[in-house]
C-alpha cells in the first residue's frame, strides 16, 4: 500500500540543526511531489513548501526561506526536510504529504506521514 | 495569498447529528478544495477531494459541496469517531492554505 514513513521524534537545543526523513512505498517516488506542512502545538496546519521529485525543484513558502531546505535522495525514495539555526519557535510537528494529481488537474496531499516532533529547548 | 476561513471555529454535537462546516475562499477557486479530518495526536486524513468527490474508504455520511468561494462538509449522522478537527485546504495555488480548522467536539 501507499505510505509514507517519517523519522522519529528529535529534541534538540537552540542554534543546532535537523534534518527529518519521510520514506515513500508502495508508488513510484518520482510521479508525485512531496509537500512538506507543519503544525505548531495546538495550532493549525500551515504549508511549508513542496519538492519536484522527478527534478529536484523545491518551492518554499513565505516564512520558509532560508533555514529550511528541501532535498531528496530518489536512490531509497525518501525525501528530507533539513532546518538549520533551530529556534523555539521551531518547536511543532512537521508533515510530509504526497502531492496527488488527477488526469483533470485537480489535486490533494494524499497520504500524509505520521509526522515527526521536532522540540527545540536548551 | 488566498485566504480559507472556516466556520464555526468550534462545535459541540452529539451521536446521530447532522453537522454542516463552511469554508469561504478569498477569491474563487472553482473545485480545488479538499477536506481533511485529524484526531489527536494524528496525521491529517483525506476525506474529501475536488470539492465534492469522496475519498476511497471514507463513510459515505460524509459529503462535500460547493464551488468558486463557498464550500461546506457536512456529516449527516455524526458517530463517536468523527469527533475531530477539519481542515479544509485550497490547492488553486501556491501557497497551498488551509482553514483555521473546526474541532468537532461531543455535546
Known amino acids: 500500500q501507499v505510505q509514507l514513513v517519517q523519522s522519529g521524534s528529535e529534541l534538540k537545543k537552540p542554534g543546532a540543526s535537523v534534518k527529518v526523513s519521510c520514506k515513500a512505498s508502495g508508488y513510484t517516488f518520482t510521479s508525485y511531489a512531496m509537500n512538506w506542512v507543519r503544525q505548531a502545538p495546538g495550532q493549525g496546519l500551515e504549508w511549508m513548501g513542496w519538492i519536484n521529485t522527478n527534478t529536484g525543484n523545491p518551492t518554499y513558502a513565505q516564512g520558509f526561506t532560508g533555514r529550511f531546505v528541501f532535498s531528496l535522495d530518489t536512490s531509497v525514495s525518501t525525501a528530507y526536510l533539513q532546518i538549520s539555526s533551530l529556534k523555539a519557535e521551531d518547536t511543532a510537528v512537521y508533515y510530509c504529504?504526497?502531492?496527488?494529481?488527477?488526469?483533470?488537474?485537480?489535486?490533494?496531499?494524499?497520504?500524509w506521514g505520521q509526522g515527526t516532533l521536532v522540540t527545540v529547548s536548551s | 495569498d488566498i485566504q480559507m476561513t472556516q466556520s464555526p471555529s468550534s462545535l459541540s454535537a452529539s451521536v446521530g447529528d447532522r453537522v454542516t462546516i463552511t469554508c469561504r475562499a478569498s477569491?474563487?477557486?472553482?473545485?480545488?478544495l479538499n477536506w481533511y479530518q485529524q484526531k489527536p495526536g494524528k496525521a491529517p486524513k483525506l476525506l474529501i477531494y475536488?470539492?465534492?468527490s469522496l475519498q476511497s474508504g471514507v463513510p459515505s455520511r460524509f459529503s462535500g459541496s460547493g464551488s468558486g468561494t463557498d464550500f461546506t462538509l457536512t456529516i449527516s449522522s455524526l458517530q463517536p469517531e468523527d469527533f475531530a478537527t477539519y481542515y479544509c485546504q485550497q490547492s488553486y495555488s501556491t501557497p497551498r492554505t488551509f482553514g483555521q480548522g473546526t474541532r468537532l467536539e461531543i455535546k
Open positions: 475536488a470539492a465534492s
Open positions: 477569491q474563487s477557486i472553482s473545485s480545488y
Open positions: 504529504a504526497r502531492d496527488f494529481y488527477s488526469s483533470s488537474g485537480l489535486n490533494w496531499f494524499d497520504p
